[in-house]
């Protein structure tokens, strides 16, 4: 596992940590797996607030670590590591540090995070596509997608001891139904709500 970080301006300070950390995290959340094939390249940029990740499916050469178009444009601005190997596996990380507060918060279809600091959010996200490499890479965890890739960064992060915390959507809706249905009646009759969308339509705007 070869790791390579960038850093915009004083974007690693914004976030209060430093390369060793980042690499320190990286290594932490992988150990376990079989990295040899993988290169990181994690960018910390002053001009966005945008973060996110990305597993390159197939192998990778030393012409694919910059990308012309779309959301990763900006690899454009920096210079390429010297010395690649002829074939590669990649991951990319970016974080934005625009507006920088903590608790740091994301969601996702299923679950909302929330990051305690940088160090919890990076293990998370570097976790999430680390389970895409294993898939699809390793032949682990078959059949897994995007919401087993979610779960799997979630809990290897907090196996290491990165606070995040995490609501379940799905569950977090079942709550609110139970409490609506706890709360509100029709003079001494329930009102019976077999489902959210039926509740939304039952009281309108008011909640
Ligand atoms: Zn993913």
Same mark, same amino acid.
Request: charged share 30%; proline share 2%; hydrophobic share 35%.
């Given at each position: 596992?070869?790791? #390579?970080? #960038?850093?915009?301006?004083?974007? *690693?300070?914004?976030?209060?940590?430093?390369?060793?950390? $980042?690499?320190?995290?990286?290594?932490? $959340?992988?150990?376990?797996?079989? %990295? @040899?094939? *993988?290169?990181?390249?994690?960018?910390?940029?002053?001009? %966005? +607030? +945008?973060?996110?990740?990305?597993?390159?499916? +197939?192998? =990778?050469?030393?012409?694919?670590?910059?990308?012309?178009?779309?959301?990763?444009?900006?690899?454009?601005?920096?210079?390429?590591?010297?010395?690649?190997?002829?074939?590669?596996? /990649?991951?990319? *990380?970016?974080?934005?540090?625009?507006?920088?507060?903590?608790?740091?918060?994301?969601?996702?279809? &299923?679950?909302?995070?929330?990051?305690?600091?940088?160090? @919890?959010?990076?293990?998370? !996200?570097?976790?999430?596509?680390?389970?895409?490499?294993?898939?699809? &890479?390793?032949?682990? &965890?078959?059949? @897994?997608?995007?919401?087993?890739?979610?779960?799997?960064?979630?809990?290897? @992060?907090?196996? *290491?001891?990165?606070?995040?915390?995490?609501?379940?959507?799905?569950?977090?809706? =079942?709550?609110?139904?139970?409490?609506?249905?706890?709360? #509100?009646? $029709?003079?001494?009759?329930?009102?019976?709500?077999?489902?959210?969308?039926? #509740?939304?339509? !039952?009281?309108?705007?008011? /909640?």
């Amino acid at each position: 596992m070869r790791i #390579y970080i #960038y850093c915009e301006n004083n974007a *690693l300070e914004k976030l209060h940590t430093n390369k060793t950390n $980042v690499c320190n995290v990286i290594q932490r $959340v992988s150990r376990g797996t079989d %990295t @040899a094939d *993988l290169l990181i390249i994690v960018y910390f940029l002053t001009s %966005t +607030n +945008n973060w996110r990740g990305e597993y390159c499916r +197939n192998w =990778c050469n030393s012409k694919d670590v910059i990308k012309e178009k779309g959301v990763w444009k900006f690899t454009n601005n920096f210079k390429p590591p010297d010395k690649l190997p002829e074939q590669f596996k /990649l991951i990319r *990380l970016v974080f934005g540090t625009r507006y920088v507060r903590w608790p740091r918060r994301t969601e996702c279809e &299923h679950m909302k995070l929330r990051f305690k600091n940088v160090e @919890a959010q990076i293990a998370y !996200l570097f976790g999430h596509e680390l389970h895409h490499f294993r898939c699809r &890479h390793l032949g682990l &965890h078959p059949g @897994a997608g995007e919401i087993a890739a979610t779960r799997w960064g979630f809990d290897r @992060a907090r196996k *290491l001891g990165y606070e995040i915390q995490a609501v379940d959507k799905a569950k977090q809706r =079942c709550r609110l139904r139970k409490i609506i249905m706890r709360k #509100y009646r $029709v003079g001494s009759e329930h009102i019976i709500i077999k489902a959210f969308d039926q #509740y939304q339509d !039952l009281l309108g705007k008011k /909640l």
